[in-house]
């Protein structure tokens, strides 16, 4: 029998010796790894729940290097495919002093950039940097930071309900939502359906790409709060759509971020590859580990990239939620761990460090009041009779990024003021904060954390989303609370619940873009630039084009 490629290959972490390239296929069987001509890597696959995968380690590579590979299964080759119109994909090895280039977007609906789907979703960004990277030659480090809601678990579109429908008709009845994903084989399709369009498909196998998720990989307002948490448990089939849901994702997306070092290290690694048969059993017992005790596992990731630090954080699975005593860090977006891990790693040292947190650590301001607010409230600040209204605010207005967490602002807030001081070692040319979520894309400053003038520069930039554009209605309610007007209603309601100043001080340049957008962001020793693209003139084989250009 003749085994074929079912998703994949996908180019992962990337070293300056290493590279990782993942694959599922239909049926067990070898992997082989083909760079420029030599046989570099081999893997036999593993299985989870009746699908079957491979993590390929490349080793010895030279430093800087972008040479073709092909994939093998057993004898046969199936990567490149026969008659792609696309060039050789590539393996890319860093080069730790060459500039460094970032892609960066999240909340992606795939389309395949259909008339119909363009009309609700916009064009599709990921497509869309595809074909400008098929004539577009990449000089120096290039990497692509998928940062939250990769696959949209429960906003589904025609093609999976249609599975969906199909799937389930045979199966008993086990209350599960018509509409949305819970087993483990919906996710490995609701993956399949995401990567599989050809242009798509060619990127990721191509550009070395890092992954954390956010809610709708596993549910919208995952982890919103103890009430959200609390109801959600009530639901019979939510037990089953978490467990497959982190199990999913630790096969498609996290297995694939760590170093060999780091791999060699991971408990689950080891007793996949361990088992005999299907190790189902073993990632749903980390699954479920990991949605009870979110200390029991990490799934923030750091890569240093020559003088570039990149930090991708969960700021998701891991959140404290106690609502009792916010100020002690009973709630925070990181948990205890989480902080600690970030803290150990804001060091100076590298000339840029880059926080990747799916949910904006600072939003337009008069948000980031009213979500400071709303926890105070949720908290008691208001007495008890307000609690409960202002936890269905919560839920209903989304209230629940780093303002929302004020003991996590603050202390993230002190933690990167001590680096812009040089009080952790040498002062960085600059902290960025790189996320997504909200669906509009901006660049917010920071301003006076104490370092001399000309230090370091601390900036959040926003790139979201990468096809799932805001409806007009809410382009105008987003509008509104950038204004002046609204800005002063919400510093006024979080000084009357009392919530102490967070330390940091910022302002959006510029206007929001409510469009379609992905980001990068350059490195050139000290000096960094920021560009957004967009796709204004839509298509299917249209060329994205510049839509802003900042020095950070």
Known sequence: MT?????????????????????????????????????????????????????????????????????YLDDDRVWPEPHSAFPPSVVRTVDPQAPTHLLYGSCRTPTGDAPEGVVRYGPDMLRATARRLVGEPVEGNLLLLLIGDQVYADEIQE?????????????????????????????????????????????????????????????????????????????PWWRARVTNGLGAYWVYQHVGNLSPARREK??????????????????????????????????????D???VRILMADTRCARALDEEAPASGSRSILGAEGHEWLDERLTGGPDHVVVASTVPVLLP????????????????????????????????????????????????AAGVGELARGERGPAP???????????????????????????????????????????????????LSISRPFHLAGRILSGLARVPRSGLRWSLE????????????????????????????GGPDALPRVQTRIAV
């Not at 995401?194 to 790409?209: F, G, H, K, M, Y």
């Open 266 to 303: 991971d408990p689950l690694w080891a007793r996949v590859r361990e088992a005999r048969g299907d190790a189902a059993e073993a990632v749903d017992d980390l699954a479920r580990r990991a949605h009870d005790d979110p200390s029991s596992y990490r799934w923030s990731h750091q890569h």
């Open 429 to 479: 040319a600059t902290v960025l904060l790189l996320s997504g979520d909200v669906h509009f894309s901006y660049l917010a400053r920071v301003r006076g954390l104490g370092g001399a003038e000309g230090a370091t520069r601390v900036t959040q930039l926003v790139s979201s989303p990468l096809c799932n554009q805001l409806p007009v209605k809410l382009r105008r309610m987003a509008r």
């Open 159 to 235: 093609p999976m309900r249609a599975f969906l429908a199909r799937t389930r008709s045979a199966a008993p009845d086990d209350g599960a939502p018509a509409d949305e994903v819970v087993h483990y084989d919906e996710y490995a399709e609701l993956y399949r359906q995401a990567w599989i369009d050809p242009q798509v498909r060619w990127l990721l196998s191509t550009v070395p790409t890092l992954m954390v998720f956010d809610d709708h990989d596993v549910r919208d307002d995952w982890n919103t709060s103890a009430a959200w948490r609390g109801a959600m448990d009530e639901r």
């Open 305 to 307: 990239v020559g003088p």
């Open 510 to 537: 510029g206007r929001p873009y409510f469009g379609n957008t992905i980001g990068e962001v350059s490195f050139d020793g000290r000096a960094a630039e920021a560009v957004w693209y967009h796709h204004p003139d």
């Open 365 to 412: 301001p008069a948000v980031q009041y009213l979500e400071a607010w709303n926890e105070a409230v949720c908290a008691g600040a208001w007495g008890q009779a307000a609690r409960g209204p202002a936890e269905r605010l919560r839920q209903a207005l989304d209230l629940e990024h780093w303002g929302a967490f004020q003991y996590s602002l603050r202390r993230l």
């Open 3 to 71: 085994v074929s490629l079912r998703l994949g290959p996908l180019l992962r972490h990337v070293g300056e010796t290493t590279a990782t390239v993942w694959v599922e296929t239909d049926a067990p069987c070898h992997v082989r790894i083909r760079v420029d001509g030599e046989v570099t890597a081999t893997a036999a696959t593993f299985t989870v729940h009746g699908h079957h995968y491979a993590v390929c380690e490349i080793e010895g590579l030279p430093s800087g290097s972008a040479l073709p590979y092909e994939v």
